[in-house]
Protein backbone atom coordinates (compact mmCIF):
# COMPACT_ATOMS: atom_id res chain seq x y z
CA UNK A 1 0.00 0.00 0.00
CA UNK A 2 1.44 3.30 -1.07
CA UNK A 3 2.48 5.25 1.60
CA UNK A 4 0.45 8.93 2.15
CA UNK A 5 2.71 12.12 2.28
CA UNK A 6 1.35 15.38 3.69
CA UNK A 7 2.09 18.29 1.09
CA UNK A 8 2.05 21.91 2.30
CA UNK A 9 0.75 24.43 0.09
CA UNK A 10 3.64 26.19 -2.17
CA UNK A 11 3.45 23.39 -4.77
CA UNK A 12 0.24 23.46 -6.52
CA UNK A 13 -1.97 20.20 -6.82
CA UNK A 14 -0.93 18.46 -9.26
CA UNK A 15 -3.13 16.52 -11.92
CA UNK A 16 -2.42 13.18 -10.49
CA UNK A 17 -3.32 14.46 -7.02
CA UNK A 18 -6.75 16.20 -8.04
CA UNK A 19 -7.84 13.14 -10.15
CA UNK A 20 -7.29 10.95 -6.81
CA UNK A 21 -9.33 13.76 -4.78
CA UNK A 22 -11.97 13.38 -7.55
CA UNK A 23 -11.88 9.99 -7.13
CA UNK A 24 -12.40 10.24 -3.67
CA UNK A 25 -15.36 12.52 -4.30
CA UNK A 26 -16.87 10.25 -7.00
CA UNK A 27 -16.91 7.27 -4.73
CA UNK A 28 -18.30 9.20 -1.16
CA UNK A 29 -21.29 10.56 -3.61
CA UNK A 30 -22.43 6.94 -4.35
CA UNK A 31 -23.59 7.66 -7.65
CA UNK A 32 -24.76 11.41 -6.59
CA UNK A 33 -23.92 14.03 -8.23
CA UNK A 34 -23.24 16.10 -4.78
CA UNK A 35 -22.07 14.79 -1.53
CA UNK A 36 -22.16 16.44 2.19
CA UNK A 37 -19.69 18.75 3.74
CA UNK A 38 -19.67 16.31 6.37
CA UNK A 39 -18.98 13.70 4.54
CA UNK A 40 -15.91 15.30 3.02
CA UNK A 41 -14.63 16.75 6.21
CA UNK A 42 -14.18 12.78 7.13
CA UNK A 43 -11.80 12.30 4.47
CA UNK A 44 -8.80 10.93 5.13
CA UNK A 45 -6.83 12.91 2.53
CA UNK A 46 -7.68 16.09 4.21
CA UNK A 47 -6.81 14.96 7.48
CA UNK A 48 -3.37 16.92 7.74
CA UNK A 49 -5.14 20.19 7.97
CA UNK A 50 -6.66 21.67 11.16
CA UNK A 51 -9.17 23.71 9.65
CA UNK A 52 -10.94 20.96 9.17
CA UNK A 53 -12.79 19.16 11.87
CA UNK A 54 -12.17 15.09 12.49
CA UNK A 55 -15.12 13.15 11.86
CA UNK A 56 -14.77 12.59 16.03
CA UNK A 57 -18.06 11.89 18.54
CA UNK A 58 -18.62 15.09 20.67
CA UNK A 59 -17.34 13.89 24.17
CA UNK A 60 -19.00 17.01 25.55
CA UNK A 61 -22.40 16.58 24.09
CA UNK A 62 -21.95 18.95 21.00
CA UNK A 63 -22.46 18.39 17.80
CA UNK A 64 -19.49 18.90 15.06
CA UNK A 65 -20.21 22.08 12.74
CA UNK A 66 -19.55 21.75 9.25
CA UNK A 67 -16.27 23.18 8.09
CA UNK A 68 -16.48 26.81 6.88
CA UNK A 69 -13.38 25.86 4.32
CA UNK A 70 -16.27 23.96 2.08
CA UNK A 71 -18.81 26.38 3.13
CA UNK A 72 -17.57 28.75 1.28
CA UNK A 73 -17.67 27.29 -1.96
CA UNK A 74 -21.16 25.74 -1.14
CA UNK A 75 -22.84 28.19 -3.86
CA UNK A 76 -26.24 27.42 -2.86
CA UNK A 77 -25.43 27.09 1.27
CA UNK A 78 -27.02 23.69 0.70
CA UNK A 79 -24.60 21.87 2.98
CA UNK A 80 -23.07 20.02 -0.27
CA UNK A 81 -20.60 20.19 -2.28
CA UNK A 82 -20.42 19.62 -6.56
CA UNK A 83 -18.02 18.27 -7.93
CA UNK A 84 -17.26 21.23 -9.54
CA UNK A 85 -17.45 23.13 -5.85
CA UNK A 86 -14.91 20.94 -4.11
CA UNK A 87 -13.00 21.00 -7.33
CA UNK A 88 -12.52 24.51 -7.46
CA UNK A 89 -11.87 24.68 -3.58
CA UNK A 90 -8.65 21.89 -4.05
CA UNK A 91 -7.23 24.19 -6.57
CA UNK A 92 -7.53 27.47 -4.86
CA UNK A 93 -6.17 25.51 -1.99
CA UNK A 94 -3.69 24.32 -3.96
CA UNK A 95 -2.61 27.88 -5.64
CA UNK A 96 -2.04 29.70 -1.77
CA UNK A 97 1.82 30.04 -2.79
CA UNK A 98 2.83 32.95 -0.73
CA UNK A 99 2.13 33.25 2.82
CA UNK A 100 -0.01 36.77 2.15
CA UNK A 101 -2.30 34.74 0.28
CA UNK A 102 -2.64 32.21 2.92
CA UNK A 103 -3.23 34.81 5.54
CA UNK A 104 -5.99 35.50 3.71
CA UNK A 105 -7.42 32.65 3.05
CA UNK A 106 -7.43 31.76 6.51
CA UNK A 107 -9.02 35.26 7.27
CA UNK A 108 -11.94 34.12 5.31
CA UNK A 109 -12.56 31.09 6.85
CA UNK A 110 -13.01 33.18 9.79
CA UNK A 111 -14.90 36.44 8.45
CA UNK A 112 -18.71 34.70 8.05
CA UNK A 113 -20.47 37.31 6.78
CA UNK A 114 -17.61 38.90 4.83
CA UNK A 115 -17.16 42.41 6.00
CA UNK A 116 -13.78 42.31 6.25
CA UNK A 117 -13.30 41.72 10.02
CA UNK A 118 -13.65 38.84 12.54
CA UNK A 119 -16.16 39.73 15.26
CA UNK A 120 -16.06 38.03 18.30
CA UNK A 121 -18.86 36.04 17.28
CA UNK A 122 -17.43 34.91 14.32
CA UNK A 123 -14.63 33.72 16.13
CA UNK A 124 -16.41 31.57 18.64
CA UNK A 125 -18.36 29.76 16.21
CA UNK A 126 -15.29 29.25 14.28
CA UNK A 127 -12.75 27.57 17.13
CA UNK A 128 -16.52 26.14 17.95
CA UNK A 129 -16.61 24.29 14.57
CA UNK A 130 -12.53 23.68 14.66
CA UNK A 131 -11.77 22.50 17.92
CA UNK A 132 -15.32 22.69 20.17
CA UNK A 133 -15.84 18.80 20.59
CA UNK A 134 -12.44 19.37 23.27
CA UNK A 135 -13.37 22.45 24.91
CA UNK A 136 -16.79 23.39 26.74
CA UNK A 137 -18.77 26.84 25.38
CA UNK A 138 -17.34 28.63 28.93
CA UNK A 139 -13.87 27.73 27.72
CA UNK A 140 -14.27 28.93 23.98
CA UNK A 141 -15.84 32.05 25.30
CA UNK A 142 -12.75 32.56 27.59
CA UNK A 143 -10.69 31.51 24.23
CA UNK A 144 -12.00 34.32 22.67
CA UNK A 145 -12.39 36.78 25.28
CA UNK A 146 -8.44 36.60 25.83
CA UNK A 147 -7.92 36.66 21.96
CA UNK A 148 -9.61 39.96 21.51
CA UNK A 149 -7.67 41.51 24.74
CA UNK A 150 -4.66 40.07 23.50
CA UNK A 151 -5.00 41.27 19.16
CA UNK A 152 -7.90 43.80 18.96
CA UNK A 153 -5.45 46.75 19.26
CA UNK A 154 -8.26 49.37 17.72
CA UNK A 155 -11.09 48.33 21.09
CA UNK A 156 -12.94 47.54 18.17
CA UNK A 157 -13.95 43.96 19.27
CA UNK A 158 -13.09 42.77 16.41
CA UNK A 159 -10.22 41.46 14.17
CA UNK A 160 -9.02 43.32 10.95
CA UNK A 161 -6.48 40.92 8.29
CA UNK A 162 -3.50 42.56 9.94
CA UNK A 163 -4.60 41.96 13.82
CA UNK A 164 -5.50 38.76 12.92
CA UNK A 165 -2.07 38.15 11.08
CA UNK A 166 -0.15 38.88 14.26
CA UNK A 167 -2.61 36.16 16.02
CA UNK A 168 -1.04 33.61 13.77
CA UNK A 169 2.57 32.86 13.17
CA UNK A 170 4.34 31.70 10.04
CA UNK A 171 4.77 28.46 11.16
CA UNK A 172 1.34 28.26 12.32
CA UNK A 173 -0.04 29.32 9.14
CA UNK A 174 2.25 26.82 7.16
CA UNK A 175 0.98 23.77 9.69
CA UNK A 176 -2.99 24.59 8.38
CA UNK A 177 -2.13 24.19 4.64
CA UNK A 178 -1.61 20.71 3.89
CA UNK A 179 -3.07 17.43 2.50
CA UNK A 180 -1.97 14.40 2.78
CA UNK A 181 -2.24 12.77 -0.40
Same mark, same amino acid.
Given at each position: MGQ??????? @?? #? $?? *????????? &?? =? %?????????????????????????PRGL????????????????FDRDK? @?? #? $?? *????????? &?? =? %????EEQYKFAFRIYDVDEDGLISS??????LEGLVGVHYTETQLEQIVLNTMAEFDLDGDNSLNLEEFKMLLSSNDLQSKFALSL
Open positions: KQTRHVG @GR #L $SQ *EDLARLQRR &FT =R %LSGGSDRVAIRQIQGMVELGANPFITAHIGKPIKSVRMFQMD @GL #L $SL *EEFTEALQL &FG =R %LEDEQELFHT
